[in-house]
């Protein structure tokens, strides 16, 4: 369970990579950095009863009052290669009648506050979710994200990436961002390049292009 769990973390923390060399018929200027005068009609600030900048102690709360889960249903470990700590939940259709999922709580390398919450679908967590279901859910959550409110400018839908396709990214007025990701491998089908579905991620970051991260400069070493 850790070990999809700091997948998640990877991920968040090389998010704007995302965005090279992707390919999209419908793509747009993807980027936290908004001007300070603009206001988005959203105001992403965690998951549900948890909120960036919370301690490890009040995630803990916030998942107990969301979920009823605590003692050994609820997993702590750390990214070793980024010095955070991660929490780790598995909920049942979190998302109406869309299986299982993995839901990560990400803590900051110095902050030591929640920094980024992933959640996870997939056959290694719920063996009985289908490609059907992958693919319905990630309809579902884009088209709740695309009337959500973010800003404009910020916002990139169906973008082709190497690992998938990024059904949405969009920022609010602070930079907090959330990032829909449908993983799996492409294959040409009679001419076509078809993705085979392995997982739908979806992302919330509060400072994705600088993530709380351990960062080794250049020079360091």
């Known amino acids: 369970m850790m070990k999809r769990a700091l ?26 950095t908004v001007p300070a005068e603009t206001k988005a009609a959203t105001d992403l600030q965690g998951f549900r009863s948890a909120r960036f900048g919370m301690t490890e102690d009040e995630v803990l709360a916030a ?5 009823a889960l605590s003692g050994d249903a609820v ?16 909920v049942k259709d979190v998302l109406p009648d869309g299986g299982a ?23 290694a967590v719920d063996p009985d ?3 059907a279901m992958i693919y319905a859910n990630g ?13 404009p400018e910020t916002i990139t839908r169906n973008a082709v990436v190497d690992s998938g396709i990024l059904l ?5 007025s602070q930079g907090h961002t959330a990032i829909l990701l449908l993983q799996g491998s492409f294959a040409e089908r009679d001419g076509k390049r078809e993705l085979t579905p392995q997982a739908l991620t979806l992302l919330y970051a509060e400072n994705p292009d600088k993530p709380d991260v351990l960062q080794i400069e250049s020079g360091d070493f």
């Not at 998010?15 to 018929?25: E, V």
């Not at 709580?105 to 920094?115: A, D, P, R």
């Not at 949405?168 to 609010?172: H, K, S």
């Open 75 to 90: 997993q702590i470990g750390e990214n070793t290669a980024e010095r955070t700590r991660v929490i780790t939940i598995t």
């Open 129 to 131: 979710l289908t490609d």
């Open 168 to 172: 949405f990214r969009g920022a609010d």
């Open 7 to 32: 997948v998640l973390a990877l991920l968040l923390a090389f998010g704007p990579l995302l965005y090279q060399g992707s390919a999209s018929a419908e793509t747009a200027p993807a980027t936290a």
């Open 101 to 123: 999922s993995q839901i990560s709580y990400i803590f900051g390398y110095k902050s030591k506050t929640l920094i980024q919450v992933g959640l996870l679908w997939s056959a």
């Open 63 to 67: 998942i107990k009052t969301d979920f």
């Open 139 to 151: 309809d579902t959550l884009r088209a709740f994200f695309e009337t959500a409110g973010y800003l």
